[in-house]
């Protein structure tokens, strides 16, 4: 993962605890999805994310990112493979250095399934352990060269930290040059994946419509 300005971070991938999520990551990295996006969330003592098209926390990939034929305008995401989620194998914790899948939340409207399943191309690069996190979103591997770049990029300016429009937004946020994985011939294939779920359309046709009842 080569960061303008910054560095590079290299990063070891663990099939083995979260295989499909390896194989999005893959994909993805591999076709150049990754190439120019930014981390647009950093927060001291936490995390850096960053792999969102929209560079606003609210993108997610489409069908074609993923296969020349794909649609374009579909948004898809993956299931998270995490304890909570009923995916036993993945232990791997949320330690200094480890590299996890962004997701939404959509506990708050009944529908926690829908949240787990969410993630799609967002990820986050843990700045220091926070077991909070630990069987609850998809860690699918750990920083094993460059720290010295995520310390970095996580204490970069921020519009503000107090809640509100520019939370933990970088003022000029890191731009990822590349992200590629060697795969050392190893061909880990199409990973599953599924429709996104539009939390937004389902809100207006549903919670407000039902406010106004």
Do not use: C
Not at 144 to 164: F, L, Q
Not at 186 to 208: C, H, I, K, R, T
Request: hydrophobic share 35%; aromatic share 10%.
């Amino acid at each position: 993962m080569e960061i303008e300005g910054y560095g590079t971070i290299k990063i070891e991938l663990y099939p083995e605890m979260a295989p499909n999520t390896v194989a999005n990551f893959i994909r993805l990295a591999n076709r150049g999805f990754y190439n120019g996006l930014t981390f647009h969330r950093t927060i001291p003592g936490f995390m850096i994310q960053g792999g969102d098209i929209k560079g606003d926390g609210t993108g997610s990939p489409t069908y074609s990112n993923i296969q020349d034929d794909g649609d374009k305008e579909k948004a898809y995401t993956i299931k998270g493979e995490f304890i909570a989620n009923g995916f036993k194998q993945n232990t791997l914790r949320h330690e200094e250095g480890v590299i996890s899948m962004a997701r939404g939340d959509y506990s708050n409207y009944g529908m926690t399934e829908e949240g787990y399943n969410s993630a799609g191309s967002q990820f986050f690069i843990m700045a220091d352990n926070n077991s909070q996190l630990n069987g609850l979103y998809s860690a699918f591997g750990k920083v094993i060269e460059g720290m010295d770049v995520v310390h970095a990029i996580e204490n970069v300016e921020v519009v503000t930290r107090e809640s509100g429009e520019g939370q933990d937004k970088p003022v000029t946020p890191p731009v990822i040059t590349s992200i590629t994985v060697e795969t050392n011939g190893v061909d880990y294939g199409m990973p599953e994946v599924q429709d996104a779920f539009d939390v937004q359309s389902w809100f207006m046709n549903n919670y407000l419509q039902g406010l106004q009842q």
